[in-house]
Structures are given as C-alpha cells and as structure tokens.
C-alpha cells in the first residue's frame, strides 16, 4: 500500500505526501501533529480499536478531525454505533454522519476534556 501510494502522489505531482508503516498504538509523531486522520475500510482491521482511537486523540489538534467511512462489503465492517462506542471514551464528540446502513462516513471532533479524562 505504501508503495502504491507514493507511486501515485509520484504521477499526480503531489510533493507534500509522507508515507509510513508504524504501530497504531504508538504512531511516531509528536502530541496535536496533525489536523485531519481519515481512514476508509480500516478500523475493523485494528484488533484494539479503542487503544488506538486513543493514540489518534493524542496525535490529532485540539481542532483536529478524525474520519471514518465504512462499506458493508468490508470483511471487517463495524456500524457506526459501534464506531461512536469505540470513539467516545477516547475523547472524541460525533460531529456528522453521512450515509445509511451500507455505507457511511462519520466524523468526529475532539470533545472538550475535563481534568482526569482521556
């Protein structure tokens, strides 16, 4: 995947791209690095979810986006309630959800945080 990406931004003339494989658990960028996090047909593949929404929460702004789009044809298709049920307690507020029941993306902000959460 990673080669097909570079490949592509190689061919489209996009320069501002750098892709990784790292450890979902323990992404190797600093605390709020990045402003959007989406992620298409993959979160079903991670076998702790809920860590790694954790790790996201971390990596992402304080005005940061985390997105998901889901196709039911996935192997590994979660709904969307079980999406929010993983994200919530990571820190994250259900912004807008498109889609129906075969497919869908959510978004997700980061809620405001109180002492001793997340």
Do not use: C
């Not at 929404?53 to 986006?65: A, I, N, W």
Request: hydrophobic share 40%; proline share 6%.
């Amino acid at each position: 995947m990673i080669e097909r990406v570079e490949r592509r931004a190689q061919l489209e003339g996009v320069q501002n791209i750098d892709a990784r494989v790292a450890d979902v658990y323990e992404l190797p960028y600093q605390d709020g690095t990045f402003d959007a996090i989406y992620m298409i047909a993959v979160i079903g593949e991670i076998p702790d979810p809920g860590q790694a929404m954790r790790e996201f929460h971390r990596v992402l702004s304080p005005t940061g986006t985390l997105a998901f789009s889901e196709l039911l044809l996935d192997p590994d298709y979660p709904r969307a309630g079980t999406l929010v049920r993983w994200a919530t307690p990571a820190g994250f507020r259900l912004q807008r959800k498109v889609g129906d029941f075969f497919h869908y993306t959510l978004r997700f902000e980061k809620a405001q945080m109180t002492a001793g959460s997340v």
